[in-house]
């Protein structure tokens, strides 16, 4: 089983940023975040191939997050997040998955992590 540890998470102001990390306890083809928002589905936000470097994201984060990954550890991912609005509170998960395909798609991913909190206030 893949373990997935991550951190980063706090509150801002809307217009702040916070970049997130995770890093898994083996190499996988797929890594991402998923959040749920307070009375919300799980949504799917960024999406990465550790192998091809190929990216996805929901349309409603583009141009403001990005997802990427360590130079020297492909284990490991980063979300950049930029002019954050109070919409994007939630609790963020780190995924990590055997695929990679330009989707979102909760059944993808066997491995989760425990989330991390973002909060954004107006």
């Known amino acids: 089983q893949v373990q997935l540890m991550e951190s980063g998470g706090g509150s801002v102001q809307a217009g702040g940023s916070l970049r997130l990390s995770c890093e898994s306890s083996?190499?996988?083809?797929?890594m991402g975040w998923f959040r749920q928002g307070p009375g919300k589905e799980r949504e799917g936000v960024a999406l990465i191939d550790t192998v091809t470097a190929n990216t996805h994201y929901v349309d409603s984060v583009k141009g403001r997050f990005t997802i990427s990954q360590d130079n020297a550890k492909k284990n490991k991912v980063y979300l950049q997040m930029n002019d954050l609005k109070p919409e994007d509170t939630a609790m963020y998960y780190c995924?990590?998955?055997?695929?990679?395909?330009?989707?979102?798609?909760?059944?993808?991913?066997?491995?989760w992590g425990q989330g991390t909190q973002v909060t954004v206030s107006s």
């Open positions: 083996s190499r996988t083809v797929s």
């Open positions: 995924v990590a998955g055997p695929i990679f395909a330009f989707r979102l798609n909760v059944d993808d991913f066997s491995s």
